[in-house]
């Protein structure tokens, strides 16, 4: 066998070393380019922007046509429960008149969400709507929903969630009933649209939240960077981000400004270009439902023993594990869903 001369012993060390390097390099740049991916994607070519508004945001729409990146438009529709056609009974105003305001108010933004919606279809733009979710009866919500905003096929829905106080806003669970409703009736289930906090709860408590856990999220959070968000539960990232609005958009600094606007508009960037939102922009699909991982008790009881030199020791023992649960297995056991485990434990005593 020949044995290595120095030279060659040196080179092959060398090349080893630049085999480390560069490995280490193209991991710093993988790691760099995740990181990137999560940091003003808005800034970046490949990600497409949409706008939502409410009756009161001002709009120019040919000065709004100069921003290219401009891909959709999602515009508020209804919110709670329908209002009232007749204010001489029992009415949501203080007053008769007050009544007959907030009607007038009802009517000329319901005119208004036409009007923005033809317009925007002409220019090209992706439509979409959504409900503002409050307290009251889902079924009312959704048809109320539905019948104001009356959704094409290409045209995305969504519900949004505020907060998960039920004194506030729509509880989970009727959230839940929402979302079921439009599906029954128009064959598709909306996006739910929530802040950071909200979002983080459902996706902690997803065993409990089947259904508001798979809807694709409409994600608010007004900062730079979302790394180390997601995945989150069932979500592996968002359909929508919602990064500016009038909370973090002032005269002097704004993450994003849009012509024909002011400074209180809702600008949100997507994943992937404009093409490709359009292939997934109003398919209201539900997402992928990850496995859970719950506890399983396997085994519990109590013992007592002694020892030669007369010491008694009582132990009581109990133990748990932890076991992939899909939903098929759950729906079949009947499987409580609870969230923790105990570890093994052993309490000893002397009599």
Not at 12 to 19: G, H, R
Not at 86 to 101: F, I, M, Q
Not at 174 to 192: C, E, N, Q, S
Request: charged share 25%; hydrophobic share 40%.
């Amino acid at each position: 066998m020949r044995t290595l001369s120095v030279m060659e012993k040196r080179l092959t060390i060398t090349l080893k070393s630049l085999l480390r390097l560069v490995l280490a390099c193209s991991a710093m740049l993988a790691g760099n380019e995740t990181m990137a991916r999560d940091i003003a994607p808005w800034t970046r070519p490949g990600h497409a922007i949409v706008i939502d508004a409410y009756e009161m945001n001002i709009i120019d729409w040919d000065a709004m046509a100069k921003d290219r990146k401009i891909a959709g438009f999602i515009s508020k529709a209804s919110d709670g429960l329908s209002e009232s056609f007749d204010c001489t009974g029992e009415h949501s105003g203080d007053t008769v008149d007050h009544c007959k305001t907030i009607w007038r108010k009802y009517a000329v933004s319901r005119e208004l969400y036409q009007t923005r919606r033809l317009i925007a279809r002409s220019r090209g733009l992706l439509w979409g709507a959504y409900h503002l979710a409050r307290p009251g009866n889902p079924i009312d919500q959704a048809n109320h929903f539905l019948d104001y905003a009356q959704p094409r096929s290409d045209e995305l829905m969504v519900l949004d969630l505020e907060g998960i106080d039920a004194e506030k806003y729509m509880s989970l669970s009727d959230a839940a009933i929402f979302a079921g409703h439009i599906k029954a009736r128009t064959g598709r289930y909306p996006m739910l649209y929530t802040n950071h906090a909200t979002a983080k709860y459902i996706a902690a408590h997803r065993a409990d939240h089947r259904l508001l856990s798979r809807l694709p999220l409409w994600y608010a959070r007004y900062k730079p960077g979302i790394r180390d968000v997601f995945p989150m539960g069932n979500w592996e990232g968002y359909a929508l981000w919602q990064f500016s609005s009038g909370s973090n958009c002032g005269k002097r600094r704004c993450p994003y400004r849009v012509p024909g606007t002011l400074n209180d508009i809702d600008v949100n960037v997507a994943p992937v270009d404009a093409a490709a939102l359009k292939a997934i922009w109003s398919k209201g699909e539900l997402l992928p439902e990850k496995p859970l991982e719950l506890p399983l008790i396997i085994a519990s009881g109590r013992s007592q023993f002694s020892s030669g030199a007369g010491i008694g020791v009582d132990l009581t023992l109990t133990a748990s594990i932890r076991r992939t649960i899909t939903k098929a297995s759950a729906t079949r056991h009947a499987l409580p869903f609870e969230t923790g485990y105990r570890p093994w434990r052993a309490e000893y005593r002397r009599p």
